[in-house]
């Protein structure tokens, strides 16, 4: 069974610090990997997706890498903005379609 | 495009009453799901569905379940509620069926269960 982990829990860095997100899976049969943003009583919003044939994925101040040999991929988010803080949520999309969720990583940016 | 919708945003209920949980996308979208999240466990799939008609069980389907009359509704009930099914619940939808797509999320359903 996919289990999909991301560490840490939570996370606080100072406003312009580069924040490093990680998320890590054990089965390497996947069709792609999301990350989403989650908001203080609000829905999900997706950041990135990443095909399993890809490397990585960059979208303004965002990019994300995928390494599927080792289960694991890191969202970076470059030069924090209290704005970003969220909770960051990976998902797996396995094999059936299906989509397997971390627990997420909580960040507050300080200004 | 509204994208996905879900109504309502919050309920009350009693252990035993029964309830549906809306959700409508208006993206024209095959694949349709719902999530709970419970603090500390992300999201868990109870039900989701790959076109009109089609419908099949998650991971947590017990206590629920669904029907996929039009590709737009993806409506979930409650027969019984118990305190164990408090939650956010979640919709989501996607264009296509094989996983290679994006998943749209609706805002969400705060539910308690006394």
């Known amino acids: 069974k996919q289990e999909v982990t991301q560490i840490p829990a939570a996370l606080s860095v100072p406003e312009g610090e580069n924040l490093v997100l990680n998320c890590s899976f054990t089965?390497?049969?996947?069709?792609?990997l999301q990350w989403f943003r989650q908001d203080p009583g609000k829905g999900l919003t997706s950041l990135l997706l990443?095909?399993?044939?890809?490397r990585e994925q960059t979208s303004g101040r965002l990019n994300a890498s995928l390494d599927k040999s080792s289960g694991r991929s890191t969202l970076y988010i470059a030069a924090s903005q209290p704005g970003d803080s969220a909770t960051y949520l990976c998902?797996?999309?396995?094999?059936?379609?299906?989509?397997?969720f971390g627990a997420g990583t909580q960040v507050v940016v300080t200004p | 495009n509204a994208g996905v919708t879900q109504t309502p945003k919050f309920q009350v209920l009693k252990t035993g009453q029964s309830m549906t949980l809306q959700c409508a996308q208006d993206?024209?979208?095959?694949?349709m799901s719902w999530y709970r999240q419970d603090p500390g466990m992300g999201l868990r799939l109870i039900h989701y569905?790959?076109?009109?008609?089609?419908?099949d069980q998650g991971e947590v389907p017990n206590g629920y379940n669904v029907s996929r009359s039009t590709t737009e509704d993806f409506p979930l009930r409650l027969l019984s509620a118990a305190p164990s099914q408090t939650s956010v619940y979640f919709c989501?939808?996607?264009?296509?069926?094989?996983?290679?797509?994006?998943?749209?999320f609706g805002p969400g359903t705060r539910l308690t269960v006394t």
């Open positions: 569905s790959v076109g009109a008609g089609i419908t």
């Open positions: 089965d390497s049969a996947i069709y792609n």
């Open positions: 990443i095909q399993s044939s890809q």
């Open positions: 989501a939808s996607r264009s296509g069926l094989a996983g290679a797509y994006e998943q749209y």
């Open positions: 993206m024209n979208h095959e694949y």
């Open positions: 998902a797996i999309t396995d094999s059936w379609g299906k989509l397997q």
